[in-house]
């Protein structure tokens, strides 16, 4: 079956659901809550609900509730029970209802005292029922409205512009990680810390990697039941377990949604390219009188992607050595330079060394001289004929095609008032198509002078020169780009039971479930046979007056097809299906999970109910797959992909208390002390324990602190335990050759003695609420995530540099072939000193009615977020080769501010939404001394260079609404409206893919984009 039809299917199924079914509720109870105080009436309704209510109690007083009597669904009861009181429901899950008190011209007229209450939430940063304002670990929630407003084709985008999460992986810079199985990937990296530092969730639960890095890939997400996303900005291993040093992001479906709902959406570029598509349509209902729900939801979405760069920016912004340095005369070492091409590498073939250097051959093999500009730095050159030789602007994409399609379905059923049970299905699947980088080879291409596509003139001047074979470089042109795919495919399924029991007294919310995830993957990438090519480009005249390979002559039959590589336009579709192959991998990854959760209030205190979460969980995961036998060898220049075979499980238990230590006393509003503790034993590393401290604290009613200690780990996931020696090919600086720098092959393994890794985690701040100015709250917040024992694996430019340094350890694992020249370089995981990352955190909400303004400005409500976030500190300190600061580092680093406002103003049928995003200016390395004259030595540690500085960027994206009718609203989203240009940032003189001389982490490349469409809601 086709996936357009799976989709048509899926959607058939979600329309019948909703009409062979009616009703709008999953509990039917019966009710006897007198008219009273809300103090007392809503403690009492939940009760009787057998649920737990969050409610802002220090606005209460003087609220009264009506009667709530009879046999009605929950969600009948709650409308009665807030009727005329001035509050609202704003989420139900069956299990826990927030209220908040209602917005002002609900509450009351001409006044903005109650219009803008921040939305508490069921938050993801702790196990225990609180809301976000007295949660002591800092936490941004990304509501449905905030969803809405961005209207992003894919989620992962919209999540991965907030100020907290740096260098997150998207498909965009990660197309050219061919080797690393990573092309086309989103993956969310909190605090730059490193994408398997960030938990990742769907409701609640954990999701399987999608990668042989052990990467979640947020593309396999279904978005179309999304009702919010919380992202927990603070360590909470306690609460969730491991992974979670910089956080949690918890993407959080809509249980409990009724109706219909769809959405349909299209856009492109302002040049009319990268085209976009996203369809998403969603039904739930009730059946057997109200007892059982049933949710379902399809998605598809298409991203058309940008072949090349078919964009003006490109300047061929590059870092290369200073021809003229010395240590004591006082220039740089480092230079950058625009117009940047190179010396030993050409689209045809480049001659690289001896007197016929720069010799190229050109368009159908026709012989010339380059002309090397005016400073040339081996394998870079300025100026001269820098655009035929360097290969930045073409011909990798600048934005890889990707499709999506996803369904989840959910039932459950009330088989008591004091149980349900439930079960939960989805699919996910996300296919990306990638032209990636050319087929490179910085000199070490061997072209004897017999060669039978030699021009005859070249072989003559060799034999003049006495010359018997010359040596050349090529990107290979004729080859194309390297294409490559990957298919990521989720199977999820939940089962569970949950409910409320009486204990001792007390009321006690369970929720038992068991989870399997099964993660299949499919990488695949066409990449030349080192061995053919080596064969196919030695070409000589035979016997009988044909072209063949040296190699056939001495092993007739050996299948060897000539391959010319001395031009362009000239090598056969023969040779070139000769000399590429299919490097691929089919692999798996499992995830088994059995969890019990209990949460109740056995005990009060004197300020309160003491709330108390405790559970277990049982987790294995297992990895499995084949490659191609050439991938098993290395066979291929990139790819080389391996399956990794391997287990593990892991048993915790966890218990967490928030515990009310004043309320309502001198200086204290509220006091309050939260804390966990979590046991976990790892079959691979042992046992573990993680905990966390927090506390808030609330003077008078404007004004809330909050701190938070913790200690969280990460073990090492299944490709750090297991890899059994990942191929990848870039290009190196030897020092031990004078910085020349050629193609090297670099192995990483696997280490299965490697332990967990331990963080502190410090977090102190404040969130104000002012009284004297209604709808405005505000937060700042000090963090600070010291990781001992990280496990890293150091780059193969630090195991060379170290290895010359002296580090003989090191020098083991370079291998090097007769002519002293690298041929690989083995990289394994190992738990290093340190890694630290430190900042503060702050936002700002603001919301007024317009006619508080002033009454002539009529209707309607205008509201205000920012977000931002202060990188004090970012630094590595591997125990090795010293502390490295990646600190405003843009091309990949942590800038020094990220930042992000929107401005919001809606009045009846009409929203529109203005949002400004940013980043500072930074630095190409922390490590460079920035001179131009009388500079210091150039050291391994502290490199002089001419100029370190990256600029900043600001981008202000647009979006308006309109309400056609009750249940549809049309759209246009405009990002980047003034089509900025992205800053230059000079790539650096390693060489692993095409260099684009811009940072594709925090600068928008595509340019000004739109999208329109329509969605409704029945």
Not at 468 to 483: C, I, K, R
Not at 574 to 582: E, H, K, R, S
Not at 666 to 676: G, I, T, V
Not at 998 to 1009: A, E, M, P, T
Request: charged residues 15%; contains cysteine.
């Amino acid at each position: 079956m086709s996936q357009f039809r799976m989709f048509q299917l899926l959607v058939g199924c979600s329309a019948m659901a909703l009409l062979m079914a009616s009703g709008a509720s999953a509990q039917t109870r019966t009710y006897d809550v007198p008219a009273q105080s809300a103090i007392k009436s809503i403690p009492e309704f939940a009760r009787q609900a057998g649920i737990q209510i969050v409610s802002p109690a220090d606005k209460l007083d003087g609220v009264a509730t009506p009667a709530v009597t009879g046999t009605m669904e929950l969600h009948d009861a709650l409308a009665h029970l807030v009727r005329g009181t001035g509050l609202r429901v704003a989420s139900n899950d069956d299990q826990t209802v927030v209220l908040k008190l209602a917005e002002a011209k609900e509450a009351r007229s001409g006044s903005a005292a109650n219009a803008a209450e921040i939305e508490t939430v069921t938050i993801t940063a702790s196990r225990v029922i609180s809301d976000a304002a007295n949660s002591p670990t800092p936490l941004t929630v990304l509501g449905a409205e905030d969803i809405e407003l961005k209207a992003a084709v894919n989620i992962a985008d919209q999540i991965g512009l907030l100020p907290a999460l740096a260098a997150t992986s998207n498909p965009r810079n990660t197309a050219s990680n061919i080797s690393g199985g990573i092309a086309g990937i989103s993956a969310l990296n909190l605090r730059g810390l490193g994408q398997t530092r960030t938990l990742v969730l769907l409701d609640g639960q954990r999701l399987p990697a999608a990668t042989l890095s052990g990467w979640i890939d947020i593309n396999t997400i279904p978005s179309g039941l999304i009702k919010r996303v919380d992202v927990v900005t603070g360590g909470a291993s306690a609460a969730w377990g491991s992974d979670a040093i910089a956080g949690v992001v918890n993407f959080v479906i809509d249980k409990n949604f009724t109706g219909l709902k769809g959405e349909v959406l299209g856009g492109a570029t302002t040049y009319g390219d990268d085209p976009t598509f996203k369809a998403s349509l969603s039904a739930g209902t009730s059946f057997a009188g109200g007892r059982g729900h049933v949710l379902l939801s399809a998605e598809t979405w298409y991203n058309g992607g940008l072949t090349g760069l078919p964009r003006s920016w490109y300047r061929g912004s590059k870092q290369l050595y200073n021809p003229a340095y010395t240590a004591t005369n006082g220039q740089p070492q480092i230079l950058v330079r625009q117009n940047v091409g190179y010396t030993t590498i050409a689209p045809g073939a480049i001659v690289t060394s001896g007197p016929m250097r720069g010799l190229y051959f050109g368009a159908n093999g026709a012989p010339a001289q380059l002309n090397y500009g005016s400073l040339v730095s081996d394998p870079f050159m300025v100026g001269g004929d820098w655009k035929y030789t360097d290969f930045g602007k073409d011909p990798q994409d600048l934005d890889p095609e990707i499709t999506h399609q996803s369904a989840y379905g959910r039932v459950s059923y009330d088989v008591t008032n004091g149980l349900e049970l439930y079960g939960e299905f989805t699919f996910s699947h996300a296919h990306s198509k990638i032209s990636g980088t050319p087929y490179f080879s910085f000199g070490g291409l061997t072209i004897q002078r017999d060669n039978a596509f030699l021009p005859a003139s070249v072989s003559a001047s060799m034999s003049q020169l006495g010359l018997n074979s010359l040596t050349v470089g090529s990107w290979n042109a004729d080859m194309g780009p390297l294409q490559s795919q990957t298919d990521h495919t989720l199977y999820r399924y939940v089962v569970g039971a949950k409910g409320v029991l009486q204990i001792l007294g007390s009321e006690w919310s369970w929720d038992i479930y068991g989870n399997r995830n099964v993660s299949e993957f499919y990488d695949a990438s066409l990449e030349p046979i080192k061995a053919n090519y080596a064969k196919a480009i030695d070409a000589v005249i035979g016997p009988n007056g044909a072209i063949v390979c040296r190699s056939s002559l001495a092993t007739p039959g050996d299948g060897c097809v000539p391959l010319n590589i001395l031009g362009t336009g000239v090598a056969s579709q023969t040779a070139l299906n000769y000399v590429m192959g299919n490097s691929n991998i089919n692999a798996h990854i499992t995830q088994s999970v059995v969890s019990g959760t209990v949460r109740g209030e056995p005990i009060s205190t004197w300020a309160g109910p003491v709330a108390v979460a405790a559970g277990v969980e049982y987790r294995r995961e297992s990895e499995g797959g084949r490659s191609d036998p050439l991938s098993l060898t290395n066979g291929y220049w990139a790819g080389n992909y391996k399956p990794i075979t391997g287990s593990y499980d892991v048993t915790e238990g966890f218990m967490e208390v928030l515990v009310p230590l004043l309320q309502d006393g001198f200086l204290s509003k509220s006091w309050d002390l939260n804390a966990a503790v979590r046991a976990t034993n790892y079959s691979t590393s042992g046992y573990v324990t993680t905990w966390k401290v927090g506390t808030t604290y609330a003077p008078f009613e404007d004004v809330k602190f909050r701190l938070t200690k913790s200690r969280d780990i990460r073990a090492a996931n299944l490709s750090e335990l297991y890899t059994p020696g990942a191929a990848a090919t870039t290009t190196l600086s030897d020092p031990f050759l004078g910085n020349k720098s050629y193609t090297v092959l670099q192995l990483t393994t696997g280490n299965p003695t490697i332990s967990p890794e331990k963080a502190d985690t410090f977090d102190i701040g404040a969130v104000l609420s002012p009284q004297f100015l209604p709808g405005f709250s505000a937060s700042a917040d000090y963090w600070d995530i010291d990781i001992r024992g990280a496990i890293s694996t150091l780059s193969a430019s630090t195991t060379v540099n170290q290895c010359y340094l002296g580090n003989q350890a090191l020098c083991g694992n370079i291998v090097r072939d007769g002519s002293g020249q690298m041929t690989q370089v083995y990289l394994r995981p190992i738990n290093l000193a340190k890694r630290l990352a430190r900042g503060l955190d702050f936002e700002a909400n603001y919301q007024i009615a317009v006619s508080d303004i002033s009454p002539e400005l009529g209707e309607g409500q205008v509201s205000l977020r920012a977000l931002v976030t202060h990188y004090l500190k970012s630094v590595t300190d591997d125990g090795i080769s010293g502390v490295t600061s990646s600190l405003g580092v843009n091309s990949g680093g942590v800038p020094h501010w990220l930042y992000s406002a929107r401005l919001t103003y809606a009045s009846g049928p009409v929203t529109l939404s203005l949002t400004g995003r940013g980043v500072s200016a930074g630095v190409l390395d922390p490590s460079y001394v920035e001179c131009s004259a009388n500079c210091p030595a150039s050291t391994a540690a502290h490199r002089t260079i001419d100029n370190n500085s990256i600029d900043g960027t600001f981008a202000i994206d647009t979006s308006f609404a309109y309400e056609v009718s009750e249940p549809v609203q049309m759209f246009l989203n405009v990002d980047d409206i003034t089509n900025e240009v992205p800053a230059q940032v000079a790539n650096g003189i390693s060489i692993g893919s095409a260099q684009r001389g811009v940072s594709n982490y925090y600068y928008d490349l595509i340019g000004r984009s739109f999208r329109a469409g329509v969605r409704f809601k029945f």
